[in-house]
């Protein structure tokens, strides 16, 4: 799962050419001695952030994805706590040679929570419908994933819209799609899984064409029918039935007409608490049953009261971000080099992250194929920070530091307190720190995209296991909020993108890692195994590397 950061390049082109076959996503619940209590409670779970829209194709980021994730599924899902890939609304799917026709055969008797059911036309009128977004909705705003993953629209009205990769949708026959690209890509299939491509009802489809977003640049109003419970439908075990934004709580319901396993609560409520220490008093006064981005400090104190703490795999990354085109000072490598040298982070692993936390070497974890053992390190040395700085004749430099408020991340527990451990090496270096705190969203999100912040904290939790994922974020083409040109690395990441060969791609993303690294584009901190909480008396559902929970899994002791 990303953070809310758009951006317009060109279109990705990798290729996972050979065919895949996958098994069910739907997760059984252990019937152990606990059994399945009371149903009819509501579980409550607290989440740090509110949703942002009802229709996860509109949004991307985590919290709204963590609402309509239990109530909209995809072609393909996640295995329950790992990064395979697995069936979702299709039972299996697979590709042609050359990784530009992916076929999807679709589970019979699927039904939508408005009775609608699932056929190869819908997912391909669904398809259509994001290829056919005209006006706001080329925003990206809006469409960061869709342009992400599939390039742009039948018809683009920005010269700074990527060309469209997505061609076109067939309906072989009833339960049988068809969907073709024009070019190979390495987010194929891992992006058929992104729930940025849920499926909706035909039915929900025609109410939303009736409303429009509205807006330009960073004046976006969302259409009404995503504001509000009554419209969307999807598949999942829940249907979204009330969003009480006075309140901060989205309200779901069990479908009783669901294909999989019967979700294991009738009501399922996801209430924004966005303070950590709020979030736990909460869980420990027995007003919720569960809550994402346990503090670390909070951590011994909730297992000794008996709760349960499960860690999630670490699957993500959080790093230093610099503009360089910002400051003249930092498109100079030795004062980029010389942050990295002021920088301890390993204090910032052993007092911010939780225990399995680990100082990252480059713009992906271990867990990513990819990742290599050859980069170029930077061990905290701050008189090697200071002669760098010196040699470039940047000791009296002076920086905007921004970093988020009201906000807490799987690969950043404590923004304010990581923000104040990294402002105080710095000083210690000679450098003088001006603090630009923001609010996470919009400011923060809008503020660094655009290039507003000399250097800045941000982070990347992957959206499927493919080491693309996280250097073709980054490091595909020129992006404001890094601010600099390096046509070596450009050209490298196309080759890795057109690759078809795994092992070859694989190889490519190592070489890529180390020239980044010796780049140094930005300051890869650490890597985080973020925790999540739930109380005794329930039997929580597997955690995931992804942040991808599936609360259907739930079910009172």
Known sequence: MRIARPRAAKMFAAVLAIGLIATGCASERDDDENGSGDDSQPFVFGAAGDPASLDPSLASDGETFRVTRQAFEALIEHEPGGTELVGGLAETWDSNEAGTEWTFNLRDGVTFHDGAELTAEVVCANYDRWYNWSGTYQNTTISYYWQTVFGGFAQNESEETPDPNYVGCTAQDDLTAVIEVAEPSANYPGGFSLQAFAIHSPNALEAYAEEEASGEGENITF???????????????????????????????????????????????????????????????????????????????????????????????????????????????????????????????????????????????????????????????????????????????????????????????????????????????????????????????ETTRDGGCNIYLLGWTGDFNDGFNFLGTWFASYMKEWGFENEELFDLMAQAETEPDEATRVALYEDINEMVMDFLPGVPISSSPPSIAFSDDVNPPTVSPLTQENFAEVSFK
């Open 223 to 445: 259409p009404g029918y995503s504001q509000e419970a009554g419209t969307v439908a999807g598949t999942g075990p829940f249907e979204i039935s009330e969003w009480n934004k006075g309140n901060g709580e989205v309200n779901l319901t069990r479908f009783d007409d669901y294909w999989g396993d019967a979700a294991g609560v009738e009501e399922l409520v996801i209430r924004t608490i966005p303070e950590e220490d709020a979030r736990r008093q909460a869980l420990q006064a027995g007003d919720i049953q569960g809550y994402d981005l346990v503090a670390p400090a909070d951590v011994a104190t909730l297992e000794g009261d008996g709760f349960q703490v499960p860690v999630r795999d670490v699957f993500n990354i959080l790093y230093l971000g610099i503009t360089q085109d910002s400051n003249e000072a930092l498109a100079e490598p030795e004062v980029r080099q010389a942050l990295a040298h002021a920088m301890d982070r390993e204090n910032i692993v052993n007092t911010q992250l939780p225990e399995g936390g680990v100082v990252a070497s480059q713009f992906m974890p271990d867990t990513v194929a990819g990742y290599s053992d050859d980069v170029t390190t930077y061990d905290y040395d701050p008189e090697r920070a200071q002669q760098l700085l010196a040699d470039a004749g940047a000791e009296n430099l002076t920086l905007d530091f921004c970093y988020p408020t009201e906000v807490t991340r799987p690969y950043m527990p404590a923004p304010a307190d990581i923000y104040e451990l990294l402002k105080a090496d710095l000083e210690a270096v000679g450098i003088t720190v001006n603090p630009v705190p923001l609010k996470w969203n919009p400011d923060y999100t």
